[in-house]
């Protein structure tokens, strides 16, 4: 059974840094691409970063370009996101997820972490 | 960035009727359209990719259709568990982007 964990969510003031982990399992991590995908509360689905997986690769949405770093390490079947110079618009729920046939379609999703931007 | 525009935003129904969300892209995406349900504090689930194949596990009340910029997922037959938020999502181009989704309520 395909299972990803995200983890690192909490409150961090405004201009400050935070790392979101995703522990994945019941797949072959290191075939498949990854993203990260977040919600602000009561809002739609907004698309954040993905990353080949090799990691050699990587993606941004123009909204975090620059701010955040999308990592894996295929050893230890953990994905990451290293999110610094927070602003309140990037509060959200934090999604890690798997890619399916395509590297850009989303068949497994964790259960989301939040982060808060608020001093 | 390619938009996609979701109607109706919210669709009120009951039990039975058949039910139908549209997404619109603002350029042809060819096939490359997936669709997601997603309940109250839980994260989205893969439905339908490739504008009409059905995902394994999914009931066969739920079907796609549609290609180049106009899609459409159905519900034949609405059933109390389908009650949700939808979300239609191109993945044509590296810039993925969703749809602004449709609520399903209770009529």
């Known amino acids: 059974e395909v299972q990803l964990v995200e983890s690192g969510g909490g409150l961090v003031q405004p201009g400050g840094s935070l790392r979101l982990s995703c522990s994945a399992s019941?797949?072959?991590?290191?075939?498949?691409?990854m993203h990260w995908v977040r919600q602000a509360p009561g809002k739609g689905l907004e698309y954040v970063s993905a990353?080949?997986?090799?990691?050699?690769?990587?993606y941004y949405a123009d909204s975090v370009k620059g701010r955040f770093t999308i990592s894996r390490d295929n050893s230890k079947n953990t994905l990451y996101l290293q999110m610094s110079s927070l602003r309140a618009e990037d509060t959200a729920v934090y999604y890690c997820v798997k890619a399916g046939s395509s590297w850009s379609l989303f068949d497994y999703w964790g259960q989301g972490t939040l982060v808060t931007v608020s001093s | 960035d390619i938009q996609m525009t979701q109607s109706p935003s919210t669709l009120s129904a009951s039990v039975g009727d058949r039910v139908t969300i549209t997404c619109r892209a603002s350029q042809s995406i060819s096939s490359w359209l997936a669709w997601y349900q997603q309940k109250p504090g839980k994260a989205p689930k893969l439905l339908i990719y490739?504008?009409?194949s059905l995902e394994s596990g999914v009931p066969s009340r739920f079907s796609g259709s549609g290609s180049g910029t106009e899609f459409t997922l159905t519900i034949s037959s609405l059933q109390p568990d389908d009650f949700a938020t939808y979300y239609c999502q191109q993945y044509n181009s590296y810039s993925l982007t969703f749809g602004g989704g449709t609520k399903v309520e209770i009529k």
């Open positions: 490739k504008a009409s």
């Open positions: 019941g797949f072959t991590f290191s075939s498949y691409a």
């Open positions: 990353i080949s997986s090799n990691g050699g690769s990587t």
